[in-house]
């Protein structure tokens, strides 16, 4: 087969807010993107569309990252893609960005909510990870997106940051396993940001906004544009010695 032409990332959650950023991104400096969404399509569709629109090749799968018993049929698929859309048998970057937010005090957390995250942030991370092995290339890159709150804390948010402390320390452990393969491991770990996650708290409440931004050392809460390119840049050969690292993208938030 023919080698591709270009690095190929997996985004998960890539359809929308920061993932779509990350896919755009990585687009942008010559990477071509497959992306999964979980169920809006459309939006999908139209993110692959904007990533063809900069000269590079695209494709669009659904998954839900909470049902590990998916993976192994996700990954026929993600074979298949590989195959038909990018004459490739392998892909360099897995981004494993799809997620979703429970606010709620630690007395009130029920248990339903806890194994979502626990499902979605943790054990779907480590999973679709493990199955992506035999696809990953040797001197590929694997990008954990973490939050700013495994650093400080913020009542509210003890089970959700519970599930990114868990990646954070997971992330360490790909790169020291996975380094004999050339793989590099590294999290990202984003501030507030004006997206519609959890609500769009950040982004459409006035006063949450002020808030953030008064405990912010640059003044205001985070864009998706803060945060897309940092990823992209970790897929450059230019971050080939970063690695097991927690890079946080906060613009200085609680220092």
């Known amino acids: 087969m023919t080698p591709p032409s270009s690095k190929i990332a997996l985004v998960t959650g890539g359809s929308r807010g920061l993932g779509k950023n990350m896919a755009l991104s990585l687009a942008r400096q010559g990477t071509d993107v497959i992306l999964t969404y979980h169920s809006k399509q459309d939006e999908a569709a139209a993110t692959v569309a904007e990533i063809t629109a900069l000269g590079r090749k695209a494709a669009a799968l659904q998954l839900n990252t909470a049902a590990v018993k998916s993976f192994e049929a996700f990954y026929t698929q993600v074979s298949a893609a590989l195959r038909d859309t990018f004459g490739a048998e392998g892909f360099d970057f897995l981004i494993n960005n799809a997620g979703t937010g429970v606010h709620a005090p630690f007395a009130e957390t029920q248990e339903a909510d806890f194994d979502e995250l626990f499902n979605i942030h943790f054990k779907g991370v480590f999973f679709l990870t493990q199955k992506a092995l035999p696809l990953l290339r040797d001197g590929g890159r694997i990008i954990n997106i973490s939050s700013g709150l495994a ?97 946080e993208v906060s613009g200085g938030m609680n220092l």
């Not at 599930?163 to 992330?171: D, I, L, S």
């Not at 050339?182 to 950040?202: H, K, M, R, W």
Request: aromatic share 10%; charged share 20%; proline share 4%.
């Open 151 to 247: 650093r400080f804390s913020n009542p509210g948010y003890s089970a959700y940051a519970s599930m990114k402390g868990a990646v954070e320390v997971f992330t360490r452990y790909l790169a020291k396993e996975l380094g004999g393969r050339g793989i590099a491991a590294n999290v990202v770990a984003p501030g507030a940001i004006e997206t519609d996650f959890g609500g769009g708290a950040v982004r459409d409440n006035p006063q949450v906004n002020a808030y953030l931004a008064g405990a912010t050392a640059l003044g205001r809460v985070g864009l998706p544009d803060d945060i897309g390119g940092v990823v992209a840049f970790l897929c450059t050969e230019e971050a080939r010695w970063i690695n097991g690292q927690r890079l």
